[in-house]
């Protein structure tokens, strides 16, 4: 079954419009207007992103289940096996690296205010080989799976935004760690690990505290 042209322009839309809509919301310029206008919810924005980016990710789901097509390529035999195997890998090595990280934060389910940004810089395991493994994680699922022209565009799209918007989170890492981060993006590649780019352990705590000290040193009194 081919898929209609209309399905994918829709589906581009859809994702789009959810990209625009998440990056909005994650905003400090947003979160700063929340907390302005509207200090007794301030608390609980975390959750209510966290809901609001589940629930808008609905409709593009939705596209992408209708507009299913004939498939442009199916992993097979060793390879699907393979395919598989570093999806499975992937899912590992999330569910792994939430050890290094406070998910009753990172859910909303810890009522924290508003932040103006990180309080202070810190590195997984992970950290010293891609800058952002949850993205590599994803980017490794998504493009291990059978591919129709439907899951193409969501995969594409999903790759640009995860490249444009680690850029702009990164923006604001510089800003707000500096030097030291500027040299933790030189080392490190950013969304797929590469050979040679890594930071060993000692690099890796000798980067962190002067992050760290950098944040302090800007901090009031």
């Given at each position: 079954?081919t898929t209609p042209l209309p399905n994918l322009l829709y589906l581009i839309l859809a994702w789009l419009l959810y990209f625009?809509?998440?990056?909005?919301?994650?905003?400090?310029?947003?979160?700063?207007?929340?907390?302005?206008?509207?200090?007794?919810?301030?608390?609980?924005?975390?959750?209510?992103?966290?809901?609001?980016?589940?629930?808008?990710?609905?409709?593009?789901?939705?596209?992408?289940?209708?507009?299913?097509?004939?498939?442009?390529?199916?992993?097979?035999?060793?390879?699907?096996?393979?395919?598989?195997?570093?999806?499975?890998?992937?899912?590992?090595?999330?569910?792994?690296?939430?050890?290094?990280?406070?998910?009753?934060?990172?859910?909303?389910?810890?009522?924290?205010?508003?932040?103006?940004?990180?309080?202070?810089?810190?590195?997984?395991?992970l950290h010293r080989y891609v800058r952002h493994p949850w993205y590599f994680f994803a980017l490794v699922i998504i493009w291990?799976?059978?591919?129709?022209?439907?899951?193409?565009?969501?995969?594409?799209?999903?790759?640009?935004?995860?490249?444009?918007?680690?850029?702009?989170?990164?923006?604001?890492?510089?800003?707000?760690?500096?030097?030291p981060y500027r040299r933790y993006r030189r080392r490190v590649p950013g969304l797929v690990p590469l050979p040679g780019r890594?930071?060993?352990?000692?690099?890796?705590?000798?980067?962190?505290?002067?992050?760290?000290?950098?944040?302090?040193?800007?901090?009031?009194?």
């Open positions: 079954m625009a809509l998440h990056s909005a919301s994650a905003s400090l310029t947003v979160k700063r207007h929340i907390a302005a206008c509207w200090p007794q919810f301030a608390a609980y924005y975390r959750i209510f992103y966290n809901v609001l980016a589940v629930v808008t990710l609905i409709p593009p789901l939705w596209l992408l289940e209708i507009s299913r097509g004939d498939w442009l390529w199916t992993w097979q035999g060793a390879w699907g096996w393979a395919a598989n195997g570093l999806a499975l890998a992937a899912v590992v090595g999330f569910w792994w690296s939430l050890r290094y990280y406070d998910t009753r934060e990172f859910l909303g389910l810890r009522q924290t205010q508003v932040p103006e940004g990180r309080q202070c810089f810190a590195l997984s395991p291990t799976r059978d591919i129709d022209p439907a899951w193409l565009v969501s995969c594409v799209a999903i790759t640009l935004y995860f490249a444009v918007g680690s850029y702009w989170e990164e923006q604001k890492l510089i800003s707000e760690f500096g030097e890594y930071l060993t352990r000692a690099e890796a705590a000798e980067i962190v505290e002067a992050a760290n000290r950098t944040e302090a040193d800007k901090t009031p009194g």
